[in-house]
């Protein structure tokens, strides 16, 4: 990097303060100007009060005196520029404003000095249009605060010439900060880009009536995000979001206008620093974390919907060379903060949901930026979905088997276990039974998966065994054989699998079939599957709900275990059988939400608590055997064989009670 001493910052408001307190704090000597003195020691204050937070962190004391000395404040525009090595203009986001001051900047300052735009939004051409030397511009775009975003843009325009793209990667890497280089001057870059059209999904949606605190809910209970949309709106200013939004407008990034936000700019409601936003503060500009504890009525919110937007917009910028796929989850994650990138995202619930989900919000509202980008139409046509098929906006591993009635997927780092006879609703037969354990081992032996997710093929979960093959059992040891060599084993599998266990509860779950739901460690339910222990009905009975339901659950199973009576999913949450109850349009996505949560979690401490819990759960495997005799013993009787013929037959049985 050619010799770079002194860092000229040209505004000292918001941004501007904090990169200079930032190249100072990185021992660069700084010169910071602005329009008045006032302006000056008002920043300079904010800098000494951060400083001197930091200081107090690290156990250094005097940090602020020592990095301050490395700062001086000047009104004299002339005067900074004719004494830096690299200048960073961050006045106020007004294009006449930022060209005065360019134009200045080109005409006092040295050759070699690179002009550097902070701009949210206002193209670096436009800035580096009609100087000297156009090509020294460059954007180099930080977030607020400087000071802990650990990764900024780097925007180059149609002008800027290689050795100031250098030079800046340089003079950024020196500042512990990663950087993503947007390759095309958009309107809005990468970063801001994406944002607009989450943050308008979500605004849209609260205008169809959607409260926003349960958007806030859905994305930080589900998603893991740090802070909700809304937040972040009022953390950042409704009035800063409409200008950053605006200029975009004005440069041909197409959106449709929100009300609700120019309602609320209107009636003063910029966020924290007027005191109230869509949340309340105690007062303007003193912060207070929102309390938004998890409610059920979370699930009922589309998060897929609204990160669609921002996938589309990302698409583009991908097939326009702006960006690639990695960067832009770069940028996501280590400038917003993400938990994952969006791309990753997309790829974990699909390219053909992506599309299905921009199509339909096409179809309603007809606004142009909703037509899926012709990117993710070739990547549907191409057949990259994503995980599910291996390939999407990344590679993934994926693997295919088979185990009689069962399918296997391996997606990447979960394993998929697929009971696959829909036409009769999943039952348990023999292969059935013996399939689900040998998926279940096989996804337990491969280091790769984290997790595994049982669900059924087709409109079904699983009815409970096969009633054609209980009423075809000779005698005593056919009943035995079943449940000894072919039930007991996957059971005991289930209690033993080292991977937790997602039960994907698709559909109706009936008999044994709602029943190994016990022996999984987070049941996702559709508010479509319906859920019954009915076995007493066709005279036999329950052996996992009576008993292990009864350890695991208290005796609120009973009465279904003793009258067969239908559970609904709410039912069924109420009771502890399930956990999550999803709309059946967004049940999908909340499964592997659960299978990111669990990726996110801690490995070594996920096999502790499976250990432990196994352990418990095993302590209820002599009862189960009562059980499991129970039924083997009912199978012999009279009205076990009435019960199969009148469920065959369609009508109601006698029971003689031998
Ligand atoms: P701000 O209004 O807080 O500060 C702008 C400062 O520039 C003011 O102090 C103003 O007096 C000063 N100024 C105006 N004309 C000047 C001139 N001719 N010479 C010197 N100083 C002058 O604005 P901000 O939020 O700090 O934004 C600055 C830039 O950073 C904008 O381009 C904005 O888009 C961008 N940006 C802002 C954020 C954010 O979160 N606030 C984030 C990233 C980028």
Same mark, same amino acid.
């Given at each position: 990097m050619?010799n770079?001493?002194?860092i000229?910052?040209v505004?000292?408001g918001?941004m501007?303060?904090g990169i ?13 100007s602005?329009?008045s003195?006032?302006v000056l020691k008002?920043?300079l204050?904010?800098?000494?009060w951060?400083?001197?937070k930091i200081?107090?962190k ?17 009104t004299?525009?002339?005067y900074?520029a004719?004494s ?5 203009e961050?006045?106020t986001?007004?294009v006449?404003i930022?060209?005065?001051v ?6 006092h ?10 701009t949210?939004?206002i193209?670096i ?6 100087l000297?030397?156009?090509g020294?511009?460059?954007g180099?775009?930080?977030s607020? %605060? %400087?000071i802990?975003?650990p ?5 180059l ?11 800046t990667v340089?003079?950024?890497?020196s ?7 947007v ?9 801001n880009?994406?944002?607009i059209r989450?943050?308008?999904e979500?605004?849209r949606?609260v ?8 958007? =806030?809910k ?11 949309l809304?937040e972040?709106?009022d ?5 800063v979001v409409r ?12 959106? %449709?206008?929100?009300?609700i936000m ?8 910029l ?8 949340y309340?503060?105690?007062?303007p ?8 504890p ?6 009922s ?5 609204i ?22 989850d770069k940028?996501m994650k ?9 791309l ?6 699909g390219?053909?949901i992506?599309?299905?989900k921009?199509?339909s919000?096409h ?7 909703y037509k899926?980008?012709?990117l993710?139409e ?5 057949g990259?979905?994503?995980k599910?098929?291996?390939r ?7 693997g *295919?088997e088979?185990?009689?009635p069962?399918n ?11 009971m696959?006879?829909p =036409?009769?609703?999943n039952?348990?037969n023999?292969?059935m039974?013996?399939g ?10 491969d280091? !790769?998966?984290r ?7 087709g409109?079904?979960?699983c009815? !409970?065994d096969d009633i054609?093959v209980m009423g ?9 054989d079943f449940?000894?060599?072919?039930a ?7 209690l033993?699998v080292?991977k937790p266990v997602?039960m ?5 779950a009936f008999?044994?079939g709602?029943e190994?739901l016990?022996?999984? =460690?987070?049941v996702?339910?559709?508010d479509?599957?319906?859920?019954s ?9 329950p ?5 292990l339901g009864?350890?695991?659950?208290g ?16 039912q069924?949450k109420d009771?502890?059988?399930?956990d999550?109850?999803a709309?059946?349009g ?9 299978? *990111? ?6 490995p070594l401490?996920?096999? !502790?608590v499976k250990k432990a819990s196994?352990?418990i759960?095993l302590l ?6 009562i059980?499991?005799s129970?039924?083997i013993?009912?199978s ?5 064989k009435?019960g199969?013929?009148a469920?065959?037959?369609?009508r109601r049985?006698k029971w003689?009670?031998r």
């Amino acid at each position: 990097m050619a010799n770079i001493s002194k860092i000229g910052v040209v505004g000292a408001g918001t941004m501007g303060h904090g990169i200079a307190e930032l190249f100072a704090l990185y021992g660069y000597k700084v010169i910071l100007s602005d329009v008045s003195e006032e302006v000056l020691k008002n920043a300079l204050d904010k800098i000494r009060w951060s400083l001197d937070k930091i200081g107090s962190k690290r156990g250094v004391p005097g940090l602020a005196d020592m990095v301050l000395a490395n700062i001086e404040s000047t009104t004299d525009l002339k005067y900074l520029a004719s004494s830096s090595d690299y200048i960073i203009e961050a006045v106020t986001e007004n294009v006449k404003i930022k060209k005065e001051v360019f134009k200045i900047l080109d005409k006092h300052s040295n050759e070699g000095c690179i002009l550097a735009s902070n701009t949210s939004s206002i193209p670096i051409s436009e800035l580096a249009e009609g100087l000297k030397n156009p090509g020294r511009v460059i954007g180099l775009h930080f977030s607020n %605060p %400087p000071i802990l975003i650990p990764a900024v843009e780097i925007v180059l325009s149609q002008y800027t010439a290689k050795h100031a793209l250098d030079t800046t990667v340089k003079l950024v890497e020196s500042i512990g900060k990663e950087y993503i280089l947007v390759k095309k001057d958009v309107p809005g870059f990468i970063v801001n880009r994406i944002n607009i059209r989450i943050f308008s999904e979500a605004l849209r949606m609260v205008e169809e009536g959607y409260p926003h605190d349960l958007i =806030d809910k859905a994305f930080i209970h589900r998603l893991g995000f740090f802070m909700g949309l809304f937040e972040t709106m009022d953390l950042v200013g409704l009035d800063v979001v409409r200008n950053v939004l605006d200029e975009m407008v004005k440069r041909g990034f197409e959106i %449709p206008k929100l009300k609700i936000m120019d309602d609320m700019i209107k009636a003063g409601k910029l966020g924290l620093k007027s005191g109230e936003g869509f949340y309340k503060y105690p007062g303007p500009g003193i912060y207070s974390r929102v309390s938004n504890p998890p409610t059920d009525d979370m699930y009922s919110i589309d998060i897929t919907r609204i990160i669609s937007t921002g996938i589309n917009e990302a698409a583009f910028l991908i097939r326009e060379e702006v960006s690639d796929h990695k960067s832009i989850d770069k940028a996501m994650k280590r400038i917003m903060n993400l938990p994952m990138g969006i791309l990753e995202y997309a790829d974990e619930v699909g390219i053909d949901i992506v599309i299905e989900k921009l199509s339909s919000l096409h179809d309603k509202y007809g606004d142009p930026h909703y037509k899926p980008d012709a990117l993710l139409e070739k990547m549907l046509k191409k057949g990259y979905l994503g995980k599910k098929r291996g390939r999407g906006f990344y590679k993934w591993i994926y693997g *295919e088997e088979k185990f009689g009635p069962v399918n296997y997927y391996k997606h990447h780092d979960y394993a998929l276990i697929k009971m696959n006879r829909p =036409d009769k609703l999943n039952a348990l037969n023999e292969e059935m039974w013996i399939g689900l354990r040998q998926a279940l081992e096989y996804a337990d032996e491969d280091p !790769g998966i984290r997790a595994i997710v049982i669900t059924g093929e087709g409109r079904a979960f699983c009815a !409970g065994d096969d009633i054609k093959v209980m009423g075809g059992w000779k005698d005593i040891s056919d009943a035995e054989d079943f449940f000894h060599n072919k039930a007991a084993p996957l059971l005991t599998k289930l209690l033993e699998v080292k991977k937790p266990v997602i039960m994907a509860v698709n559909g109706l779950a009936f008999g044994g079939g709602m029943e190994i739901l016990l022996f999984g =460690d987070i049941v996702v339910s559709s508010d479509k599957a319906e859920f019954s222990v009915p076995e007493v009905l066709i005279g036999a009975m329950p052996p996992m709900a009576s008993t292990l339901g009864l350890l695991l659950l208290g005796r609120r199973i009973l009465p279904y275990c003793l009258t067969g009576d239908r559970i609904s999913p709410r039912q069924a949450k109420d009771l502890g059988v399930v956990d999550i109850v999803a709309p059946h349009g967004n049940f999908w996505q909340i499964v592997l939400e659960e299978v *990111e949560k669990l990726r996110r979690a801690a490995p070594l401490g996920i096999i !502790g608590v499976k250990k432990a819990s196994n352990a418990i759960k095993l302590l209820a495997m002599s009862s189960l055997n009562i059980g499991i005799s129970e039924l083997i013993r009912l199978s012999q009787t009279r009205d076990f064989k009435e019960g199969m013929s009148a469920f065959r037959e369609k009508r109601r049985p006698k029971w003689e009670g031998r």
